[in-house]
């Protein structure tokens, strides 16, 4: 069976049960608004990030450029984090503006510009991520280590089937 091949014995939903609020999809949408609204509070409350502004979906920018080298561009940081062209464009002019990251011109190809994080970036980097982790944390001990992992391994399949 090809990976876009469904039947009735593979479709989760039938058209009787199926409810677009209480899907998955929409599930995974509504906890992770939540997890961002968490975080955004968290950044706001910490003494040394305050002074920064830096959002919660920043950080996902930030996070995306300090562990990743396929994600050097706007348009590579589009596809990794599945944003819109143009609201990218604004959110790096923010980041830039707060001194976090850099855009820098491709010395082989003008065309090009990489995005790389500044001193400032790096150093604020590992706060963030700690209290990234606390709010994973706090959400996902309602289902324990075990059942996250599990979670975590399936998400990470049906991004494989995408």
């Not at 080298?69 to 503006?97: H, W």
């Not at 990489?114 to 959400?139: C, D, H, I, K, W």
Request: hydrophobic share 40%; charged share 30%.
């Amino acid at each position: 069976m090809t990976k876009h091949t469904r039947t009735a014995e593979t479709e989760v939903y039938d058209r009787e049960s199926y409810q677009p609020r209480e899907s998955i999809g929409s599930l995974i949408s509504r906890v992770r608004g939540n997890m961002l609204g968490a975080l955004d509070e968290a950044l706001a409350a910490d003494e040394h990030l305050a002074v920064l502004g830096v959002t919660a979906s920043q950080f996902v920018v930030i996070a995306s450029l300090a562990q990743s080298d396929e994600a050097r561009s706007a348009s590579e940081l589009c596809k990794v984090i599945s944003y819109d062209a143009g609201a990218m464009t604004r959110m790096i002019d923010r980041l830039e503006a707060k001194g976090l990251i850099r855009r820098e011109r491709c010395e082989d190809d003008r065309r090009l510009v990489y995005l790389q994080l500044t001193e400032a970036g790096r150093a604020a980097y590992p706060r963030m991520r700690e209290l990234s982790r606390r709010v994973q944390n706090r959400f996902l001990s309602a289902i324990g280590k075990i059942e996250a992992l599990e979670l975590e391994k399936q998400l990470r399949r049906l991004l494989e089937q995408s």
